[in-house]
């Protein structure tokens, strides 16, 4: 079992930065796939971007492209996701969540465990 913890979500005004953080404890964090999606209100939970198990291949979805950047710390458990230049419609709360099938889904069926999520609100 996994345990996943996001933390860094805030207010920011249009064109501002933010650096999500998700902390994993529970089993071998370089062991499994890590991705970071979203919610807004009344919305799906879409996909934003995942890194591989080993932090070499990357993905994001094509709105945040260029803007936002996926990276982890095997050694600190911790999968990040910078986020500059960030717009209004950004805004949501955002999840961390571990893939053990090191498939790096990008789709929500795809992963095994969710952290309970923090909320970005983008201003304009």
């Known amino acids: 079992q996994v345990q996943l913890v996001e933390s860094g979500g805030g207010l920011v005004q249009a064109g501002g930065s933010l650096r999500l953080s998700c902390a994993a404890s529970?089993?071998?964090?370089?062991?499994?796939?890590m991705g970071w999606f979203r919610q807004a209100p009344e919305k799906e939970r879409e996909f934003v971007a995942a890194?591989?198990?080993?932090?070499?291949?990357?993905y994001y979805e094509d709105s945040v492209k260029g803007r936002f950047t996926i990276s982890r710390d095997n050694a600190k458990n911790t999968v990040y996701l910078q986020m500059n230049s960030l717009k209004p419609e950004d805004t949501g709360v955002y999840y961390c969540?571990?893939?053990?099938?090191?498939?790096?889904?990008?789709?929500?069926?795809?992963?095994?465990?969710w952290g309970q999520g923090t909320q970005v609100t983008v201003s304009s």
């Open positions: 969540a571990a893939d053990f099938s090191r498939a790096t889904s990008t789709t929500t069926s795809g992963y095994d465990y």
């Open positions: 890194i591989s198990w080993n932090g070499r291949n990357t």
């Open positions: 529970g089993r071998t964090f370089s062991s499994y796939a």
